[in-house]
């Protein structure tokens, strides 16, 4: 099967979880409004019967399992949306590799530096949000938590990159991971900026997996990076990463974080606040101001 065939075939499944969603809702809003009608007669008659407390005891039993199945719903209609996306990525990838060209080929453009930050705006604004089951802890890679140590990125995975540059110095740039091999334990990544168009052999240090879920601030804070904490952050309209201090956490899902840059040409040394995505702040592996 295709991998256009099966993404119809998700968006299908997709679009029925949705309509049960739906139905579901409405189905749990009849007794919603049950509950509320039952506390106004309880507190019109200034009593609270044995009646009132059996009825109300069946209406939360109810309540509860409609929640329950709502939700358990939903999950399902996250998964079938991590597949469809897992499958996108899976056939853009093909499409890269079949794009890699002979001596023969004519040369292809290069993205519009335009385009390509308004695609890493929009990896940004759609990489999900950590929905965790009830006491359930947020995993590795999911805000500022890292990755396991004996963790791999997968091809096609986004990550900050450590190079040497023109100059002889170092900098870290944002860049797609193409191979991994476990005899020298290197990196082949792509520097996502096309204008580059290089492609570095790395070694495991070298590299920073980036974040594959938002952390909710208001279920999961423990998964943000704290005020003040030192990190990598991606500087707005660029592909490179700066140190910089965390100014304001995010304080809602959709929120990003407000970072102050290390910049000498402030009197502080540090830029004013500038806003930041989740998935472009890394923890920094150097601890001393440069």
């Known amino acids: 099967m295709s991998a256009d065939t099966k993404i119809a075939e998700l968006l299908t499944e997709l679009h029925q979880l949705i309509k049960q969603t739906q139905e579901e809702r409405s189905r749990s809003e009849h007794n919603l409004l049950n509950i509320q009608k039952t506390h106004e007669r309880m507190q019109t008659e200034n009593k609270t019967s044995p009646y009132y407390r059996t009825k109300l005891r069946g209406l939360y039993t109810t309540a509860k399992a409609d929640a329950e199945a709502e939700c358990s719903i939903l999950r399902r209609a996250l998964d079938k949306i991590a597949e469809i996306k897992s499958l996108q990525e899976e056939r853009r990838i093909a499409a890269k590799s079949a794009r890699v060209q002979s001596d023969n080929d004519p040369p292809r453009k290069t993205m519009r530096r335009g ?16 929905i965790g089951k009830p006491g359930e802890s947020p995993p590795p890679l999911c805000g500022a938590i890292p990755a396991s140590s004996d963790y791999v990125a997968k091809q096609g995975d ?10 002889g110095d170092e900098q870290w740039i944002l860049a797609e991971v193409v191979s991994y091999s476990h005899s020298t334990n290197k990196y082949e990544v792509d520097d996502i900026d096309e204008e580059g168009k290089e492609r570095h052999t790395l070694s495991r240090r070298r590299i920073i ?20 904490q030192l990190v990598l952050a991606l500087y707005p309209q660029t592909t490179c990463f700066y140190r910089a201090l965390i100014h304001t956490p ?41």
């Open 115 to 130: 385009v390509l930050m308004t695609l890493l705006q929009q990896s940004a604004m759609t990489l999900p949000l950590w």
């Open 250 to 290: 995010p304080h809602r899902p959709q929120d990003d974080y407000s970072v102050l840059f290390e910049d000498t040409s402030y009197a502080d040394g540090y830029s004013p606040p500038l806003n930041v995505a989740q998935r472009y702040v890394v923890a920094c592996k150097e601890n001393k101001k440069k």
């Open 158 to 167: 986004k990550v900050a990159a450590r190079v040497k540059v023109v100059d």
């Open 209 to 228: 997996p980036l974040p594959q879920w938002k952390a909710n601030p208001e279920t999961d804070p423990e998964a943000l990076f704290s005020k003040d």
